[in-house]
């Protein structure tokens, strides 16, 4: 037996930050709008990351929520090996720390591997310009095995956990491309008592019952991908408390904030408006074991639901680090809810389902989040049991993540109509005065929204009013992963995506695709989509950029037959272009969805997007003297290429030479090497790049001159020359 040795480890380890026992082995999902990443203890919280999972309504991946969950297992009266008795005994991953050496283990399989990913099909490749873009596939775990994934999921990751009370965890985490599906992953979790406390063969506890056992999630969403500034702050609530409820859930959405000096609900961009956090964040419970010998639904579970202090200490951190006291009332909370530990007021017993603990929902008590002392943000509680669960016995317990989000068009569209004081028209069946669908702290404090600096009263209304349509978003998707569920993870899917390359030519870009979509017996063809500027909304020169749109069709149905291949030769000179393609089915086969349709189906944007720019560019200029330099000058505030603005390009020059850049004092700022053989170079291959300095350095205002060195196509020198001045201002 390994105890001793696991103990001491912790002992040692513990001196040290909590990270040093953390292996923080991990794999991510990236195939909807939502990117998870899964940790093999199922750690969510601050040692597994702050992007734990990021949605793409603005400039693709990069609005990262940071969020921050937890999970807790709890059994009263507990024995150990030695015969020492504990009142409560916890094993979890708490929100800030986490010990995978002894509190909740990584169980590694016959072969060490501790996570494992398995796809349905062949992830495709992805190429710009000779780059592969798509991840290593396969890394260590990693299998395409649709024979191992439930239902129609487009991907599941697999993990087995051993805790310190004798609990293994059997973590399933499923997730579709689909885009009736692709807000949302699911957490399916089995729960046994095996009786062994740690990683060797040894059963130290064969014959013990956990008793009266509880397990409790926290959430806790911070911000939005590096933009917490977006986010004012958020309030909590929750629906299912009530009998009749048809969902069972618990969501946070953005709320003004107590010291803001204006409506900044959505939190709307001051300069151009944008919404930068019309988002509701939300956990649902799908299914709750009953009892181990009773596997139907239990819909009163979970039995306590509240709203807690972020930095409260007896959960934030795993168990080893807190005192038996702590544990007690970690399991106070669990099982009798907020009101002894808090004096939180809580919904009466008559009005919800019998021994449940509900708080009563935040939005229905303060005006502002700091109203609770909390710093604006809190954080979640649901527990489910109790539960006795006797060895060899098991519960399972289902979950979801999932986002409900207006559409970056409308946030940009609402937003700007906003900032520049113009009416917004509010969402359909909404009259100012008469209906909307303001949540309820709004309703009872109206001047939250009251005319300001920056808005009117009915235009902070109108706002508003879009910002929270959010929820209705967020409702949808829990019916939709709730209907999945109770039918067996069955949904139609769409035929697999195509690998995708993208060449930057003379006079065109190049799209090609592969024929792996063609192995669906429902194929029926593909669709060529495109962004400029951006892979995904984005503010550029404040105008939304990045918005994808159908270029081209191809097989049943279109305008062109089947094919391999198109070329975008509408592309501008210069200019950033991100592509995909998908590919649809001709729906004939597929079952009804959601919606109730039949309807075809098309692979999902995230399978096969391009991450690198591709460009169109021209054939070698003719004569050294047609060289021009574009933007010239340049003006940072003039931007040229959308996307792009510090990019400066060198038009009609050789196919192969060297460019050598000199500031006005003769020193040498820049070499370029130009290779391609067409007739355009940029200052820097990405954006990145763009106008940098040998030493990566942006460029100042100045006046520079390039010469221009052309080179046969071995790269040797002709002896052609040439000078070209141009300005910089900034």
Same mark, same amino acid.
């Given at each position: 037996?390994?105890? $001793?040795?696991?103990?001491?480890?912790?002992?040692?380890? =513990?001196?040290?930050?909590?990270?040093?026992?953390?292996?923080?082995?991990?794999?991510?999902?990236?195939?909807?709008?939502? *990117?998870?990443?899964?940790?093999?203890?199922?750690?969510?919280?601050?040692?597994?990351?702050?992007?734990?999972?990021?949605?793409?309504?603005?400039?693709?991946?990069?609005?990262?929520?940071?969020?921050?969950?937890?999970?807790?297992?709890?059994?009263?009266?507990?024995?150990?090996?030695?015969?020492?008795?504990?009142?409560?005994?916890?094993?979890?991953?708490?929100?800030?720390?986490?010990?995978?050496?002894?509190?909740?283990?990584?169980?590694?399989?016959?072969?060490?591997?501790?996570?494992?990913?398995?796809?349905?099909?062949?992830?495709?490749?992805?190429?710009?310009?000779?780059?592969?873009?798509?991840?290593?596939?396969?890394?260590?775990?990693?299998?395409?095995?649709?024979?191992?994934?439930?239902?129609?999921?487009? $991907?599941?990751?697999?993990?087995?956990?051993?805790?310190?009370?004798?609990?293994?965890?059997? +973590?399933?985490?499923?997730?579709?491309?689909?885009?009736?599906?692709?807000?949302?992953?699911?957490?399916?979790?089995?729960?046994?008592?095996?009786?062994?406390?740690?990683?060797?063969?040894? $059963?130290?506890?064969?014959?013990?019952?956990?008793?009266?056992?509880?397990?409790?999630?926290?959430?806790?969403? *911070?911000? =939005?991908?590096?933009?917490?500034?977006?986010?004012?702050?958020?309030?909590?609530?929750?629906?299912?408390?009530?009998?009749?409820?048809?969902?069972?859930?618990?969501?946070?959405?953005?709320?003004?904030?107590?010291?803001?000096?204006?409506?900044?609900?959505?939190?709307?961009?001051?300069?151009?408006?944008?919404?930068?956090?019309?988002?509701?964040?939300?956990?649902?419970?799908?299914?709750?074991?009953?009892?181990?010998?009773?596997?139907?639904?239990?819909?009163?579970?979970?039995?306590?639901?509240?709203?807690?202090?972020?930095?409260?200490?007896?959960?934030?951190? +795993?168990?080893?680090?807190?005192?038996?006291?702590?544990?007690?009332?970690?399991?106070?909370?669990?099982?009798?809810?907020?009101?002894?530990?808090?004096?939180?007021?809580?919904?009466?017993?008559?009005?919800?389902?019998?021994?449940?603990?509900?708080?009563?929902?935040?939005?229905?008590?303060?005006?502002?989040?700091?109203?609770?002392?909390?710093?604006?943000?809190?954080?979640?509680?649901?527990?489910?049991?109790?539960?006795?669960?006797?060895?060899?016995?098991?519960?399972?317990?289902?979950?979801?993540?999932?986002?409900?989000?207006?559409?970056?068009?409308?946030?940009?569209?609402?937003?700007?109509?906003?900032?520049?004081?113009?009416?917004?028209?509010?969402?359909?069946?909404?009259?100012?005065?008469?209906?909307?669908?303001?949540?309820?702290?709004?309703?009872?404090?109206?001047?939250?929204?009251?005319?300001?600096?920056?808005?009117?009263?009915?235009?902070?209304?109108?706002?508003?009013?879009?910002?929270?349509?959010?929820?209705?978003?967020?409702?949808?998707?829990?019916?939709?992963?709730?209907?999945?569920?109770?039918?067996?993870?069955?949904?139609?899917?769409?035929?697999?995506?195509?690998?995708?390359?993208?060449?930057?030519?003379?006079?065109?870009?190049?799209?090609?695709?592969?024929?792996?979509?063609?192995?669906?017996?429902?194929?029926?063809?593909?669709?060529?989509?495109?962004?400029?500027?951006?892979?995904?909304?984005?503010?550029?020169?404040?105008?939304?950029?990045?918005?994808?749109?159908?270029?081209?069709?191809?097989?049943?149905?279109?305008?062109?037959?089947?094919?391999?291949?198109?070329?975008?030769?509408?592309?501008?000179?210069?200019?950033?272009?991100?592509?995909?393609?998908?590919?649809?089915?001709?729906?004939?086969?597929?079952?009804?969805?959601?919606?109730?349709?039949?309807?075809?189906?098309?692979?999902?944007?995230?399978?096969?997007?391009?991450?690198?720019?591709?460009?169109?560019?021209?054939?070698?200029?003719?004569?050294?003297?047609?060289?021009?330099?574009?933007?010239?000058?340049?003006?940072?505030?003039?931007?040229?290429?959308?996307?792009?603005?510090?990019?400066?390009?060198?038009?009609?020059?050789?196919?192969?030479?060297?460019?050598?850049?000199?500031?006005?004092?003769?020193?040498?700022?820049?070499?370029?090497?130009?290779?391609?053989?067409?007739?355009?170079?940029?200052?820097?291959?990405?954006?990145?790049?763009?106008?940098?300095?040998?030493?990566?350095?942006?460029? $100042?205002?100045?006046?520079?001159?390039?010469?221009?060195?052309?080179?046969?196509?071995?790269?040797?020198?002709?002896?052609?020359?040439?000078?070209?001045?141009?300005?910089?201002?900034?």
């Amino acid at each position: 037996m390994k105890k $001793v040795y696991y103990l001491l480890l912790f002992t040692i380890l =513990s001196l040290f930050a909590y990270q040093s026992v953390y292996a923080n082995v991990f794999r991510h999902i990236r195939i909807g709008n939502v *990117r998870f990443k899964i940790v093999d203890s199922g750690d969510q919280g601050e040692v597994a990351g702050s992007h734990r999972f990021e949605y793409t309504y603005y400039d693709n991946w990069r609005d990262g929520i940071y969020s921050c969950n937890g999970y807790h297992l709890a059994s009263k009266n507990w024995k150990d090996e030695n015969g020492v008795d504990y009142p409560v005994r916890i094993a979890n991953n708490a929100t800030a720390s986490a010990d995978e050496v002894y509190n909740t283990m990584p169980l590694p399989d016959d072969e060490g591997i501790t996570l494992r990913r398995y796809f349905r099909y062949q992830p495709p490749t992805i190429t710009v310009d000779g780059y592969r873009l798509d991840d290593p596939f396969p890394r260590m775990g990693d299998e395409v095995a649709p024979d191992k994934i439930p239902g129609t999921a487009d $991907v599941m990751i697999e993990s087995f956990i051993r805790t310190q009370i004798g609990i293994d965890i059997n +973590q399933r985490v499923l997730a579709w491309s689909q885009y009736n599906h692709d807000d949302y992953a699911i957490w399916d979790w089995t729960f046994t008592n095996t009786g062994n406390l740690d990683l060797d063969d040894e $059963v130290e506890l064969p014959t013990q019952t956990l008793n009266d056992l509880y397990f409790m999630r926290e959430t806790r969403p *911070r911000g =939005s991908g590096g933009r917490s500034s977006w986010r004012p702050e958020h309030f909590f609530s929750a629906y299912g408390e009530y009998p009749g409820d048809s969902l069972r859930m618990v969501y946070s959405y953005s709320a003004r904030r107590l010291t803001a000096k204006y409506d900044d609900t959505g939190a709307p961009h001051t300069r151009h408006g944008f919404l930068g956090d019309a988002r509701y964040d939300g956990e649902s419970h799908l299914h709750v074991d009953k009892s181990p010998t009773d596997e139907t639904d239990d819909i009163t579970q979970p039995q306590m639901t509240g709203v807690g202090h972020p930095e409260w200490l007896p959960a934030k951190h +795993q168990a080893n680090l807190r005192t038996p006291d702590e544990h007690l009332l970690v399991y106070e909370l669990m099982s009798i809810g907020e009101a002894g530990l808090f004096g939180t007021p809580q919904i009466p017993q008559e009005e919800t389902y019998p021994g449940t603990h509900h708080t009563v929902r935040m939005e229905d008590r303060v005006k502002f989040t700091k109203d609770l002392g909390f710093a604006g943000r809190g954080k979640s509680w649901t527990s489910c049991g109790p539960y006795q669960l006797g060895p060899g016995e098991n519960i399972r317990i289902v979950w979801a993540d999932l986002l409900g989000v207006i559409s970056p068009e409308i946030g940009f569209d609402v937003g700007n109509k906003w900032v520049n004081k113009i009416d917004i028209e509010p969402p359909p069946g909404m009259v100012f005065g008469v209906t909307d669908n303001m949540s309820p702290q709004y309703i009872n404090y109206p001047e939250l929204y009251a005319a300001d600096d920056k808005s009117s009263e009915y235009n902070n209304w109108a706002k508003n009013c879009w910002v929270f349509t959010g929820r209705d978003t967020l409702f949808k998707w829990a019916g939709y992963v709730k209907r999945n569920f109770d039918n067996g993870y069955e949904v139609p899917i769409a035929p697999p995506p195509p690998s995708i390359e993208v060449n930057s030519r003379p006079d065109r870009v190049e799209i090609s695709w592969g024929n792996e979509s063609e192995s669906a017996s429902d194929f029926a063809g593909y669709r060529v989509y495109r962004a400029i500027g951006n892979p995904g909304p984005k503010v550029i020169d404040d105008k939304l950029q990045g918005l994808w749109e159908l270029i081209f069709e191809c097989g049943q149905g279109a305008a062109n037959a089947l094919t391999h291949s198109y070329d975008d030769i509408a592309a501008k000179r210069g200019q950033g272009y991100y592509y995909y393609v998908s590919a649809f089915d001709d729906g004939v086969g597929n079952i009804a969805d959601v919606n109730g349709k039949i309807e075809s189906l098309e692979s999902g944007r995230h399978l096969n997007m391009t991450s690198r720019a591709a460009y169109l560019t021209r054939i070698p200029g003719t004569s050294l003297d047609d060289i021009r330099v574009v933007p010239n000058p340049f003006n940072i505030g003039a931007l040229e290429y959308v996307g792009e603005p510090d990019k400066i390009m060198f038009l009609d020059i050789p196919g192969y030479c060297t460019i050598k850049i000199y500031s006005e004092s003769g020193d040498l700022v820049k070499t370029l090497e130009h290779t391609d053989g067409s007739g355009d170079q940029a200052w820097g291959d990405l954006t990145y790049e763009h106008s940098v300095t040998e030493t990566g350095q942006l460029i $100042v205002s100045g006046i520079y001159i390039a010469l221009i060195e052309e080179n046969n196509a071995e790269g040797n020198a002709t002896g052609n020359t040439h000078f070209v001045k141009f300005v910089v201002v900034r």
